[in-house]
């Protein structure tokens, strides 16, 4: 029996809060016609039901009669919106109105705000029926109306009876209702709100740290929070940087035999190692494009062994390539590193890249394309600042479209193995 009544309730209320939802409803609008309807119906049995009577029991039939007549012309207008929802709006006005004059008629019918055993408290929750439904600003008018209220019957006191016939001790009682049940819808009200907010920073701060996380995929990190300053503009030349390039030979023949799929699955497994690599060492992946990798020492933050720490990431790079294989094949990769001056600085206001741009860029990359397969090639800028440390195979004078011949070498392995990148 309990569980079919129980059932009867939760049905009643879902067909209540469903009263003139229309399909285009946003989801708050949704959820702000459920409250006002299910609000209503509460409210308008009540007062039908118990309060109204409650008055004509104790001889207050004006105020017995204001109570149940407010009941009934909610519980109509609940009807009247249920078969016109475009009414909406003037229905939410009309019954929230009407329950302001209802406070205020019933206190002065019994005499004043004790006598009434404080009802027009109840207007506190008008009030947040407004701030919920209107928002801040428009709620601020339901509360000067509230406050109206108390002002007029204050202003009206001295000309109202000074007592009604409810017994004295019943006034204490409804007092103490009255001020517990506002009290409890007010803190309900409150910690409803503070759930949320809490609820609404925690997911803000999640997503912040999602957009973090991202930013700094896409960014340096010392980048990134210049450019979270709101600094238009962002450009630093380095006088000493090295940068790397690496690409997969014969790529093209390669990615005619695998699917898409395949094909990006191979990239993303190779770089993603290489991503680990470049952390290991503190430096700066640039970019990828293709096929093609690109890395930076010494930019954004400046280091003295920025051709060193390339160096050391180009041989564990190579030695991972010749001991795997990817999607069944055996790949190689042409490795060009050069050092010099570099500007750096972040382009574009959508999908922004932070991009290296000078003649030490230039030349890395021709290191790379003009290279041989599975060979790590620099110029003798690099040579110069990494000869002591690792062994350099000279490959002669190459000819470098723009810069003409250059002394060129391989980078064959470490003299010290575990040099110490600071």
């Known amino acids: 029996m309990y569980s079919v009544t129980l059932s009867s309730l939760k049905r009643t209320l879902t067909f209540i809060a469903a ?86 008629a019933g206190t002065l019918l019994l005499g004043g705000f004790m006598n009434s055993s404080g009802l027009p408290m109840w207007g506190l929750l008008t009030v947040l029926g407004a701030l919920i439904h209107y928002g801040p600003g428009v709620s601020l008018y339901w509360f000067l109306a509230y406050l109206g209220n108390l002002g007029i019957i204050a202003s009206f006191h001295p000309y109202i009876r000074l007592e009604n016939h409810l017994p004295h001790f019943m006034v204490q009682i409804l007092f103490i209702i009255n001020f517990t049940l506002i009290s409890g819808f007010a803190f309900l009200s409150l910690q409803q709100f503070v759930t949320q907010r809490d609820q609404a920073f925690s997911l803000l701060h999640e997503e912040r740290q999602k957009s973090e996380k991202l930013l700094l995929n896409i960014l340096p990190r010392e980048i990134a929070g210049i450019l979270k300053t709101g600094r238009n503009t962002i450009a630093d030349h380095y006088d000493e940087a090295s940068i790397l390039f690496a690409d997969v030979v014969n790529f093209t023949p390669l990615s005619e035999k695998l699917t898409p799929a395949q094909l990006v699955d191979l990239l993303n497994e190779i770089f993603s190692h290489f991503d680990g690599l470049v952390d290991k060492h503190g430096l700066e992946k640039i970019k990828t494009i293709g096929d093609c990798y690109m890395v930076a020492a010494g930019v954004p933050i400046p280091r003295t062994d920025h051709a060193h720490a390339l160096a050391l990431l180009a041989l564990e790079m190579r030695e991972y390539m010749r001991h795997h294989t990817f999607a069944g094949y055996t790949l190689l990769f042409r490795t060009g590193i050069n050092s010099g001056p570099v500007v750096a600085g972040v382009i574009g206001h959508k999908k922004f890249i932070y991009d290296l741009w000078g003649d030490a860029v230039n030349t890395a990359s021709r290191m790379e394309s003009h290279g041989s397969a599975g060979a790590i090639q620099i110029t003798g800028a690099t040579h110069r600042l990494i000869k002591d440390d690792f062994i350099c195979e000279p490959r002669g004078k190459m000819f470098i479209k723009g810069k003409g011949e250059m002394d060129v070498w391989h980078v064959i392995g470490e003299h010290v193995v575990g040099h110490r990148i600071t």
């Not at 009669?65 to 009941?71: P, Q, R, T, W």
């Not at 929802?85 to 019954?95: D, G, M, S, T």
């Open 19 to 104: 009263l003139g939802v229309e399909p285009g409803d946003s989801p708050e609008l949704r959820l702000r016609k459920a409250i006002h309807s299910v609000t209503v119906l509460v409210y308008g049995l009540i007062f039908i039901a118990v309060i109204g009577p409650f008055y004509f029991h104790f001889h207050e039939p004006a105020a017995g009669a204001l109570y149940a007549g407010f009941g009934v012309i909610s519980l109509i207008g609940l009807v009247w919106f249920g078969l016109q929802p475009e009414i909406f709006p003037a229905f939410l006005f009309l019954v929230m109105a009407l329950a302001l004059v209802a406070e205020f």
